[in-house]
Structures are given as structure tokens and as C-alpha cells.
């Protein structure tokens, strides 16, 4: 069987507005082009993931049950677009915490690469932070680095190493062959 090619989207700054530590509904707000977007890149072959840094977990401030609703959410959201993700991957540790799932590590990206047999060399991670571009590089995966969120202040930072970037994650699906 021939490898898939997979899109590992982080969640806040590149599919909702990124209100810091975002864990309650009325502050999950998808961006409004989210579902066109991903139907372009589901389209295009691609398998799609999130992997997502949620410290607030660990810090108390919501529970995974909290992130779940959040997840199911944008389940629903996508189901007009005929867009389903494979899988959401989410890291509830902060920093400080010893652990082997938080990005920059490239533990889950490796965990869906196994399950779903993916060419990660011809797969794209998207995201805003320098944790989701040292991921991609961790992984074997194209950086694109995405202006949305955090990105515009990531472009300038020293050390932020990236393929592609766009501003938005709309402009990368179109892009993205
Ligand atoms: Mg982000």
C-alpha cells in the first residue's frame, strides 16, 4: 500500500483565535474560512491531524472533558464541508513537566505516521509558534508558518526556521499541491 501524505494543523492561532488557553466554548472561535479550507487540502489527498499544546490541563484551568467538547465542536463545524480529521492529538502538560508528547516533540506525529502509514518527507505541519515549526523539523515534515495567531511575531523572532509561509491557513490550503 502507497504512504499518505498528511496536513498536522495546530489548533489556536491556526484554526481559532488564539485568546490564551482557550478551554470553554464562547471563547472557541473558529476562524470563519477553517472549513473551506481544510475541504481544499482533504481534496487534495491529504489526511488531516491536529496536534495541539493544551498546558491548561495541567495548570487546572479546564479539563480534558473541556477540550473534548471543544473538539467535538469543531467536528460538527466541519461536517457541512464533508471534512472529518483523522485524529487530534493534544499534549495537556505544561513545559516544565516531564513528558514526551508536548511539541516540539515529534512523539505524535511518529504515533500517526505508524497507524495510518504517512510519508512524512511529503507531509506539512502548519502552525503559528516555533514549537509547531521545530516540530515539523523534529518529524521530517515541511514547516509552513502561518501569520494567523502568534505567526507575524514568530516570522520576526531569531531562529524561526520555516519552508513556506502564509497568511493565513486558507492561502496554505490553496497553495499546498
Ligand atoms: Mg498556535
Known amino acids: 500500500m502507497s504512504k499518505q501524505r498528511a496536513i498536522f494543523l495546530d489548533r489556536d492561532g491556526v484554526i481559532n483565535e488564539d485568546h490564551g488557553y482557550v478551554g470553554q466554548p464562547e471563547r472557541f472561535e473558529i476562524f470563519s474560512y477553517v472549513g473551506e479550507a481544510l475541504r481544499l487540502l482533504s481534496q487534495k489527498g491529504f489526511l488531516l491531524f491536529i496536534v495541539t499544546n ?5 495548570r487546572g484551568y479546564y479539563t480534558m472533558e473541556d477540550v ?3 473538539h467535538d465542536i469543531l467536528t460538527e463545524h466541519l461536517k457541512p464541508f464533508g471534512v472529518s480529521l483523522a485524529e487530534i492529538y493534544v499534549s495537556p502538560y505544561r513545559e516544565s513537566t516531564p513528558n514526551d508528547l508536548r511539541k516540539p516533540s515529534p512523539k505524535f506525529v511518529f504515533m500517526a ?3 495510518y502509514n504517512l ?4 507531509s506539512y505541519v ?3 509558534r516555533q514549537t509547531d515549526l521545530k516540530m515539523a523539523h523534529n518529524a521530517g515534515c515541511r514547516a509552513v508558518l502561518l501569520r494567523s495567531g502568534a505567526g507575524k511575531e514568530t516570522e520576526k523572532e531569531e531562529g524561526a526556521k520555516f519552508d513556506l509561509v502564509f497568511d493565513t491557513l486558507l492561502e496554505a490550503a490553496r497553495a499546498i499541491l
Open 119 to 122: 510519508d512524512l518527507a511529503a
Open 113 to 115: 505516521a505508524e497507524k
Open 54 to 58: 493544551q498546558s491548561g490541563v495541567e
Open 126 to 128: 502548519l502552525g503559528d
Open 68 to 70: 473534548n467538547r471543544l
